[in-house]
């Protein structure tokens, strides 16, 4: 069922954001070579501390970790670890948290040091591309607008979509209907004002299918390309999309 969150729920999603959004800024400072992605997580429990906000991911389904770090052909939740960044590496970091029993999502990818062309042009496309659907998610649009935008221009340059994961719906769960795809399906869901989504685009440098590792949970590119993944949780509003995830 698709939730339409009241005014004073998006209030309080909003404050969420803005306190994800803190943290993440905090986070993509800390990349550099020689860091153990550990350290992360470590930065992140801490940071989560001090606001008093709880993880959306640590025990979720089990999950072991307060934010997934994906480095290079890791497209999504990789688990924070004693690998170590070195000069050239892409990381993904996705997090989330609960404020108020309300949750934010959100996820950039940040190169260490000096990385190929390439990579720049994956990391810059993604963003552009999350910028391009959050530009459909306005009041009368549908679902499949925001798709037909990601996948459109991830694909005209050269790039592929991830189609086995999705964005979502969020509020008092971090999973909410509807599941945003980033390639075209159809029109889907109608969208109104209140309705409350995590757009996250994941984008191959390669060919767009993906492979489980053998912890379960780490999603690789099957071909061993580079992937990168940006996200937005944003809110319906007359306006169009807000971001309330926004970040520095």
Not at 32 to 59: P, Q, Y
Not at 120 to 129: E, G
Request: hydrophobic share 40%; net charge negative.
């Amino acid at each position: 069922m698709i939730i339409i969150k009241s005014p004073e729920e998006i209030a309080i999603m909003r404050q969420s954001g803005k306190i994800l959004a803190a943290i993440l800024s905090r986070l993509k400072k800390e990349i550099r070579s020689g860091i153990k992605t550990r350290c992360l997580d470590e930065i992140m429990a801490e940071e989560l501390k001090v606001r008093n906000v709880k993880s959306s991911f640590k025990g979720y389904q089990d999950f072991p970790a307060n934010l997934c770090v994906s480095v290079n052909n890791e497209v999504v939740h990789g688990i924070p670890g004693e690998r170590v960044l070195k000069e050239g590496d892409i990381v993904s970091l996705d997090t989330g948290l609960i404020f108020e029993g309300f949750h934010s999502d959100s996820a950039i990818t940040v190169g260490v040091g000096e990385i190929t062309p390439q990579a720049k042009d994956l990391i810059m496309i993604t963003k552009k591309s999350l910028e391009l659907g959050i530009a459909q998610a306005k009041p009368g649009a549908h679902i499949g607008d925001i798709s037909a935008a990601i996948q459109d221009y991830v694909e005209f340059r050269g790039f592929s979509v991830v189609r086995e994961y999705t964005g979502h719906g969020i509020g008092r769960e971090l999973h909410e209907e509807p599941q945003v795809p980033n390639f075209a399906f159809g029109k889907g869901p109608l969208l109104r004002k209140g309705m409350t989504l995590a757009i996250e685009p994941m984008v191959n440098a390669g060919d767009w299918h993906t492979k489980l590792a053998p912890n379960r949970w780490t999603v690789l590119t099957a071909d061993g390309s580079l992937s990168a993944h940006f996200e937005h949780t944003i809110a319906i509003t007359d306006s169009g999309g807000e971001i309330l995830t926004k970040y520095g």
